[in-house]
């Protein structure tokens, strides 16, 4: 199987192709020598190779840096995907699109609500969750005319080599700087109280690979260990693998509205028996040993 990754140097594009490759399959790995918003580029690519797959990750990934950046955002994520499918269906029209949007579309649920599956209504918020509802949702278009598109709607997901912008990554690089001597024993945080359902980026990747399978049919399918964990609880933990117990200061740059988003994978469950796998502390471990190693190579 021939499969094409967008966005392959990013965070799940490092531990996308090398499964892929271990998989057997052969990868053409593609990042910013690639612009995805050129139709014309994406299609001479595509029409080159004649992908089995495209597994379609570039994306500006940050709520945050999407309220500075919006129109960044919107070209990537929404411009971006177009063309993918645009290219696609004209020139690999019998090719697998993998689309990974995002659960943040699904905006927050009330405090007891039922997890989100994939009828909940479509909420987004910011900037980066519209444009992935748009991209979603104009997928969606591309599958009603007959491409082979599968819509996937990962929850929280964190491992080895995330950046620091996203909420665990931030807490353990400080908590690793920390306990290394080199940082003031002050953590940084914006809302403690949201609710989150976190994944390992291990079990996330075997749930991508799941869906290279013909027997799971094109759809939507939310990626979700279906547990919520309040942010604070988290953050505890890491403090307590650390053994550290540093003073936590809100930083009003990084303060949202407390939110709520656990979501249900049924559906993938029943398409190929995907089941989240590892235990959350054992991410939380992985996340600050990879921090530490990082802070000792740097």
């Given at each position: ?31 910013r020598e690639l612009d995805v918003t050129d139709l014309d580029a994406v299609e ?111 929850f929280n997901h964190t491992g080895p080599g995330q950046s620091d912008v996203f ?132």
């Open positions: 199987m021939h499969v094409l990754v967008t966005g392959a140097s990013g965070f799940v594009g490092s531990h996308l192709v090398p499964r892929l490759e271990a998989a057997g399959c052969r990868v053409t790995p593609t990042d001479r690519r595509i029409a080159q190779l004649s992908p089995d797959v495209v597994f379609h990750l570039a994306a500006q990934s940050s709520p945050a840096l999407s309220i500075r950046e919006p129109e960044l955002t919107y070209r990537v994520n929404f411009v971006g995907t177009r063309a993918v499918l645009e290219a696609t269906r004209r020139s690999a029209p019998s090719a697998r699109v993998i689309f990974v949007s995002s659960a943040d579309l699904y905006g927050s649920a009330e405090p007891g609500a039922a997890p989100f599956d994939e009828s909940s209504p479509l909420r987004p918020r910011s900037p980066y969750s519209r444009s992935k509802a748009a991209a979603d949702l104009l997928a969606g278009t591309f599958a009603e005319r007959g491409l082979d598109v599968v819509r996937v709607r990962p909420v665990l990554s931030s807490f353990a690089r400080q908590i690793a700087s920390i306990a290394a001597g080199i940082s003031e024993p002050v953590l940084r945080v914006g809302n403690l109280d949201s609710v989150r359902d976190f994944l390992d980026i291990d079990d996330v990747m075997n749930a991508y690979l799941e869906l290279l399978a013909p027997t799971v049919t094109p759809g939507v399918y939310n990626v979700a260990r279906g547990v919520g964990v309040r942010i604070g609880d988290a953050l505890d933990e890491l403090c307590s693998l650390a053994g550290i117990s540093p003073r936590v200061e809100v930083e009003p740059d990084f303060f949202r509205p407390t939110d709520i988003a656990v979501g249900r994978a049924a559906r993938l469950e029943r398409a190929c028996g995907w089941t989240a796998q590892v235990p959350f502390r054992r991410t939380l471990e992985r996340l600050l040993t990879d921090w530490r190693t990082r802070i000792d190579g740097a």
